[in-house]
Structures are given as C-alpha cells and as structure tokens.
C-alpha cells in the first residue's frame, strides 16, 4: 500500500523560501502570484493491507517524526 | 566534574565543546548517539553543533530520535544539567526538551558573523555567568536560527525568566530577538551563538568561558538525582 504524506507549514507561519520564489516569478514576469508557501512530499510503501490501518500508521509516524507540529501541518492519502 | 558530549553522525562541535569543558575543569567523555543508556556520574551534558544527519528531514529531527536522547530527557527530567548549541538546540527543540522550532533564517542566508548579544535573565547558569542586562559577544554560524513559538509559548518563557539571551540586531527573524532559552527549572539551555568558540584568547574572543565556569558551579551545586 501507498501512501503520500504532504507536510506544510502552519497558516501564519512565515515562510521565507517560499517568499523568494514568490519574488523570483514576479521577475520571470509571472504577475499577481499573491503567495507562495514551500512544503514537502514524502512517499512511503506499506506492507499494509487496510488502509484504514495504513493512513492511522501514516498520521502516527507524522506525530512522532515526519512533521513538526510545532510549526508544521501534515495530510496523509493512499495513493 | 565529568561531563559528556554527545556525538551525532555530522556533529562537527562536539571536539571544540570538549575543549571548552576540559578548559572549565571538566573530565569529557564523547557519548555516541547509539547508546543507550549514559555512563553513570555525569554532571554535565553537552550536545554539540554541526550537522547531524545532514540536516536531512528537519534540522536535529532525525538525532532527536536517536536511542541516546531518551537518556538525555531523561537526565534533564531528574534535573541535569544540559547544554545544547546550535544544532544541539535544534535537536533538542525536535526532542522536546525545551519549547518552539527554529526555522530557515529570514534573510535566506547562512549567517557566520559574532553578533552581541544581551544577557536576558538572572536565572540559572546563564544569569550567573554574567548577570542580567550585560553585553557580550559570540559567534553564530548557522543557516536554521529563527526561533519561533506561539504567542503564549513567547509570553510564558518571558514571564518565567526563561529567555537567557537575545541578539542585539536580530540576525535571523527570530520572534523577540531570542537567542537562547531554559527549561522551567533553570538547568538545560539552548542557544544558537558558539560559546565553545569564544573560550580562548586565541579564538578573537573568551566571553564563553565564563558560561561554562558557572555551568560546571551550578552542576556541582545541584546535582542531578540518581536514575529511579
């Protein structure tokens, strides 16, 4: 089974990496890009079976090392 | 006094934080993040700079997970004291140990300059070393230093006399010009600047040493407990 964890940060959590690719389209000319916020995608093979069991297994290892929940937020989908 | 560094695959600190404990009277043991367990008898911990893991994931997200940082809670739980800079207080913001992240810089850079920072608490070994409201210089090195907390997080650690250092001109974005902080109990630390580089004349400044005197006084003065 496969799973796709997507983990961004938290909304009002500044993201300045994803100000400056904000600023370097408005440079290539791409106008009125109003924002731009940078996360990452993580894939992950399962021996699972149930997908139920698989996405509650994708949310802990989220929890416990995959996201920072401090700053961060996390969704997690079967592929 | 015995004190150990912990050492993680990409650490580069760990021998000048050594250095600067043997400087301060301390017999130093290197601590391999595998362990499990810690040598008995520590006084002191230090978890080093660098790079561990490569940075990979988040910056000390991946040591924060090694079996040797359970120990290291654990110590700080009892009431150890722990030392942790640079990437050490990134592993231990990931850990748990003290509260909030530190995120990319603002400005985007790797920021390598000696910055001045004002000493923000009487508290602990901190306000010991050099007393609230005094000036000193250090260097930082890092490209990850912007602390960041919820407002209440900021509100709390303020309060408390929690935050031991704040630049002076703010290098990095971070919230409140914070550049260090305590635990609730005064005896684990965690701050971006190198005090491990400002030990010896050598080094272009000693404003350090005086963080790792009172370090090693306030160890001998408040022991951990013995393990349960």
């Known amino acids: 089974m496969r799973l796709r964890v997507t983990v961004m940060l938290r909304q009002g959590v500044l993201d300045p990496q994803g ?13 009125g890009v109003r924002s731009v916020r940078q996360g990452k995608v993580i894939d992950l093979e399962l021996s699972d079976t149930d997908p139920e069991a698989a996405l509650a297994r994708g949310r802990e290892m989220c929890e416990k090392l995959l996201a920072n929940t401090v700053i961060e937020r996390y969704e997690v989908e079967i592929l | ?23 301060a009277g301390a017999r130093v043991e290197m601590l391999w993040h595998k362990e499990a367990a810690l040598p008995p008898g520590l006084d002191v911990i230090g978890i080093p700079g660098g790079f561990s893991f490569g940075d990979y994931l988040r910056c000390g997200a991946i040591a924060a997970r090694a079996p040797l940082m359970r120990a290291v809670a654990e110590y700080a739980g009892r009431g150890g004291h722990v030392i942790g800079i640079c990437n050490g207080f990134q ?45 000193i210089r250090l260097p930082v090195a890092h490209h990850d230093g912007s602390y960041q907390a919820d407002g209440e997080t900021l509100d709390r650690l303020e309060g408390e006399g929690r935050v031991a250092f704040r630049y002076r001109g703010n290098p990095n974005g971070s919230a409140r010009n914070i550049a260090g902080i305590l635990s609730e109990n005064g005896r684990v630390l965690g701050m971006m600047p190198h005090p491990e580089r400002a030990v010896d004349p050598l080094q272009g400044g000693t404003d350090g040493a005086a963080l790792f005197a009172a370090l090693f006084a306030a160890a001998a003065a408040e022991p951990a407990l013995r393990p349960a």
């Open chain 1, 19 to 31: 100000e400056a690719v904000r600023h370097a389209l408005g440079a290539l000319g791409f106008t």
């Open chain 2, 1 to 23: 006094m015995r004190a150990g560094v912990v050492v993680f695959p990409g650490s580069n600190c760990d021998r000048d934080l050594a250095r600067a404990f043997r400087r």
């Open chain 2, 91 to 135: 592993v231990m913001l990931e850990a748990g140990m003290l509260p909030g992240a530190l995120m990319r810089n603002a400005g985007l850079k790797f920021v390598c300059r000696t910055v001045t920072l004002e000493v923000a608490t009487d508290r602990g070994f901190p306000g010991e070393a050099y007393g609230k409201g005094r000036e």
